[in-house]
RNA sequence: GUGGCUGUAGCUCAACGGUAGAGCGCUGCCCUGUGGAGGCAGUCGUUGCGGGUUCAAAUCCCGUCAGUCACCCCA
């Protein structure tokens, strides 16, 4: 016997959960779909090399790398942004300028597990590349809000900000350094979590003096919008979407981030912001040798899944399958085989009992499974030429004809 | 990569040195053409794995594997 198990961070989803995935998904396709997004997928496996050292060292840590078996170094997707760079290089004949594409596939990490934390995980990311305008900025964060509104979540929050704005630590002489930026930016986005003073801690922690960590903090404090966001922000006013929020202290962890940043806050549920994104001019230059601008966000689909559990915005349904036809016994066998069928041709998931157990057996079935209808088709019923139609949550049967089942199964 | 906690029936857990128990589930019956409730009966185990201590180990010790939470890091 071999013990039945997943791995460490890998998880299966049971018809249940992953008929909600599904419905969430659909929503995300269909709104990206709308603002002129189309579909792209890339395979699980790359060359190794395509994907090491575009992540920084910790990063590199957390890819699967492995031989294959012809002995290739190759490794596993580990988010969606490189191996669309990757495409953007290969095919940039064929593609239209600017390139907008969506993309929702698993990634994977190997890192240690814990809460909203996994191996392999769903990334939904909608990107646009080839344009600096700040309009393909303003349509991503637009796209954003209209996909949250789409699965119901109507209290949110978009926090804004330029990556630019911190440069004026460098700018100032705060500090001499560039490369001291990502780390300086990594603390200050923690800010929320942890706290001014938790931040201060941290800065001279990695070696700032206080004197230093003090002006950095202030001049965080101290940041303005800049023209470019304002016009951002009213690019966005344009196209309906209000609730941005100008946030000086938003600075988020990735070090590619060139200018644009923004990370969405969902009222009633407090563990994180459930997508973020940004503006990336110079990533793609460290793939292609020539620079690709770009801006984009991605969906951390499993924080958004917990959010919407949370928020009650998650169909209740358990199953596809619209109703459930009994078999009276082995001789009545063909009557409802025929009449699944007909329900099928007219587009209703329908399901047949395959076995003539007692019709108690078949009921009990359609309730675990969470069938919302029964049709029962005894002896008396086949004389009078009707079918019983049972409404399991209502508790209620009624006799009709084949046609009026289907008018009323198709609504 | 570092650290804490956990691993017992299909599931949730109890027993914490003396040979393993409850609830839920599952099966059957009460109910011969109707599910969720109830009653009765039945089913349920190499206590993750390996070693050690002991007259005796689910219980203590070591190792290992797995899970979980947190840190680092990151959506």
Same mark, same amino acid.
């Given at each position: 016997?071999?013990?039945? *198990?997943? &791995?460490?961070?890998?998880?299966?989803?049971? #018809?249940?959960?992953?008929?909600?995935?599904?419905?969430?998904?659909?929503?995300?396709?269909?709104?990206?779909?709308?603002?002129?997004?189309?579909?792209?997928?890339?395979?699980?496996?790359?060359? =190794?090399?395509?994907?090491?050292?575009?992540?920084? $060292?910790?990063?590199?840590?957390?890819?699967?790398?492995?031989?294959?078996?012809?002995?290739?170094?190759?490794?596993?997707?580990?988010?969606?942004?490189?191996?669309?760079?990757?495409?953007?290089?290969?095919?940039? @004949?064929?593609?239209?300028?600017?390139?907008?594409?969506?993309?929702?596939?698993?990634?994977?990490? =190997?890192?240690?597990?814990?809460?909203?934390?996994?191996?392999?995980?769903?990334?939904?990311?909608?990107?646009?590349?080839?344009?600096?305008?700040?309009?393909?900025?303003?349509?991503?964060?637009?796209?954003?809000?209209? =996909?949250?509104?789409?699965?119901?979540?109507?209290?949110?929050?978009?926090?804004?900000?330029?990556?630019?704005?911190?440069?004026?630590?460098?700018?100032?002489?705060?500090?001499?350094?560039?490369?001291?930026? #990502?780390?300086?930016?990594?603390?200050?986005?923690?800010?929320?979590?942890?706290?001014?003073?938790?931040?201060?801690?941290?800065?001279?922690?990695?070696?700032?003096?206080? $004197?230093?960590?003090?002006?950095?903090? *202030?001049?965080?404090?101290?940041?303005?919008?800049?023209?470019?966001?304002?016009?951002?922000?009213?690019?966005?006013?344009?196209?309906?979407?209000?609730?941005?929020?100008?946030?000086?202290?938003?600075?988020?962890?990735?070090?590619?981030?060139?200018?644009?940043?923004?990370?969405?806050?969902?009222?009633?549920?407090?563990?994180?912001?459930?997508?973020?994104?940004?503006?990336? $001019?110079?990533?793609?230059?460290?793939?292609?040798?020539?620079?690709?601008?770009?801006?984009?966000?991605?969906?951390?689909?499993?924080?958004?899944?917990?959010?919407?559990?949370?928020?009650?915005?998650?169909? =209740?349904?358990?199953?596809?399958?619209?109703?459930?036809?009994?078999?009276?016994?082995?001789?009545?066998?063909?009557?409802? &085989?025929?009449?699944?069928?007909?329900?099928?041709?007219?587009?209703?998931?329908?399901?047949?009992?395959?076995?003539?157990?007692?019709? $108690?057996?078949?009921?009990?079935?359609?309730?675990?499974?969470?069938?919302?209808?029964?049709?029962? @088709?005894?002896?008396?019923?086949?004389?009078?030429?009707?079918?019983?139609?049972?409404?399991?949550?209502?508790?209620?049967?009624?006799?009709?004809?084949?046609?009026?089942?289907?008018?009323?199964?198709?609504?």
């Amino acid at each position: 016997m071999i013990k039945p *198990q997943t &791995l460490k961070g890998f998880r299966d989803f049971l #018809p249940k959960d992953a008929l909600k995935r599904q419905s969430v998904i659909e929503k995300i396709i269909a709104t990206f779909e709308r603002f002129g997004f189309d579909p792209l997928e890339t395979p699980a496996l790359e060359y =190794a090399e395509t994907l090491l050292g575009k992540y920084g $060292d910790e990063a590199d840590k957390l890819l699967y790398i492995f031989k294959d078996n012809g002995g290739r170094n190759v490794g596993l997707r580990y988010d969606q942004t490189v191996p669309a760079s990757r495409v953007v290089a290969q095919y940039q @004949q064929q593609l239209p300028n600017p390139f907008k594409r969506y993309q929702i596939q698993p990634v994977w990490r =190997a890192e240690n597990t814990q809460k909203g934390r996994f191996r392999e995980f769903l990334q939904c990311d909608a990107d646009i590349f080839g344009t600096e305008s700040l309009f393909a900025d303003a349509e991503i964060i637009v796209l954003t809000g209209k =996909a949250l509104q789409a699965l119901g979540i109507n209290a949110y929050k978009i926090l804004i900000n330029d990556r630019q704005l911190f440069n004026k630590i460098i700018e100032k002489g705060i500090i001499k350094d560039e490369n001291q930026l #990502p780390t300086i930016l990594r603390s200050l986005d923690k800010i929320q979590k942890i706290g001014e003073r938790g931040v201060m801690n941290e800065l001279q922690e990695k070696g700032f003096s206080p $004197d230093v960590s003090v002006a950095i903090l *202030q001049n965080a404090k101290a940041m303005r919008e800049n023209d470019r966001l304002l016009k951002i922000i009213e690019a966005c006013n344009n196209m309906g979407e209000e609730k941005l929020l100008f946030s000086p202290n938003l600075a988020r962890g990735l070090d590619y981030y060139t200018s644009t940043i923004f990370e969405v806050e969902i009222e009633g549920y407090e563990s994180g912001s459930v997508c973020g994104g940004g503006r990336y $001019d110079h990533l793609i230059g460290q793939f292609t040798g020539t620079d690709v601008p770009a801006v984009g966000f991605a969906f951390g689909f499993d924080r958004l899944m917990e959010a919407l559990d949370q928020l009650n915005l998650l169909p =209740a349904k358990s199953t596809a399958t619209r109703v459930l036809v009994t078999v009276f016994s082995g001789n009545l066998f063909s009557a409802s &085989l025929s009449l699944t069928s007909q329900l099928r041709n007219k587009g209703i998931n329908t399901e047949v009992s395959l076995e003539t157990i007692k019709l $108690d057996k078949q009921l009990k079935y359609a309730d675990r499974k969470g069938i919302p209808y029964v049709i029962i @088709q005894g002896p008396e019923e086949i004389k009078k030429g009707v079918v019983k139609l049972k409404d399991m949550k209502s508790q209620t049967q009624e006799e009709m004809t084949v046609d009026e089942v289907i008018q009323k199964l198709k609504t």
